[in-house]
T-cell receptor, first 114, second 112 residues
């Protein structure tokens, strides 16, 4: 596709359930980022991938959060045993992997934990 | 800790006027600063990047300034239009990969 694609666009889950969020970056983009945006808050960095490796996962809030990337393309963010405070918009972005460059964002997944 | 402040109150202006948005930061020495536009239900869209050794950058009706002494960036939209209504985010980066630190954004409303 022409842009970064995320699925699902909306996810409602019950507290304690596991969820998987998917990101398809722009073809050829080696860098991939996950951010979280809570209402009225700035984007919070979660994890950065270069290829299939994650040299910076310092923003993951707890060990309930994990992410992987396969084939240098698709990435999945998994949240185990979801809590209400996990409710937010999860945004994925990709770039060519060079310094000082712009990020291309997807439309995000709105996660609601009831 | 690093902190970025953008005016949390919405900025309301009349069509045709110049909108000026402010981004202040503390405890950080960014190599560059980026501005993004975000519409409801959408991801941010890149607008402009300015480096620490640049004072000003322009693109069409947009102008960004970067004052590393004041630790401040100003974002201007001249001849504003209702279509410019959106939330504008500033983001700081420091070399290497783009682990950007974002502000919470300022909502701009341009009235006809």
């Amino acid at each position: 596709g022409a842009g970064v694609s995320q699925s699902p666009s909306n996810k409602v889950t019950e507290k304690g359930k596991d969820v998987e969020l998917r990101c398809d970056p722009i073809s050829g983009h080696t860098a991939l980022y996950w951010y979280r945006q809570s209402l009225g808050q700035g984007l919070e960095f979660l994890i950065y991938f270069q290829g299939n490796s994650a040299p910076d996962k310092s923003g993951l809030p707890s060990d309930r959060f994990s992410a992987e990337r396969t084939g240098g393309s698709v990435s999945t963010l998994t949240i185990q045993r979801t809590q209400q405070e996990d409710s937010a918009v999860y945004l994925c972005a990709s770039s060519l992997g060079q310094a000082n460059e712009k990020l291309f964002f997807g439309s995000g997944t709105q996660l609601s934990v009831l | 800790s690093q902190k970025i402040e953008q005016n949390s109150e919405a900025l309301n202006i009349q069509e045709g006027k110049t909108a000026t948005l402010t981004c202040n930061y503390t405890n950080y020495s960014p190599a560059y600063l980026q501005w993004y536009r975000q519409d409801p239900g959408r991801g941010p869209v890149f607008l402009l990047l300015i480096r620490e050794n640049e004072k000003e950058k322009r693109k069409e009706r947009l102008k960004v300034t970067f004052d590393t002494t004041l630790k401040q960036s100003l974002f201007h939209i001249t001849a504003s239009q209702p279509a410019d209504s959106a939330t504008y985010l500033c983001a700081l980066g420091s070399g290497g990969y783009n682990k950007l630190i974002f502000g919470a954004g300022t909502r701009l409303a341009v009235h006809p």
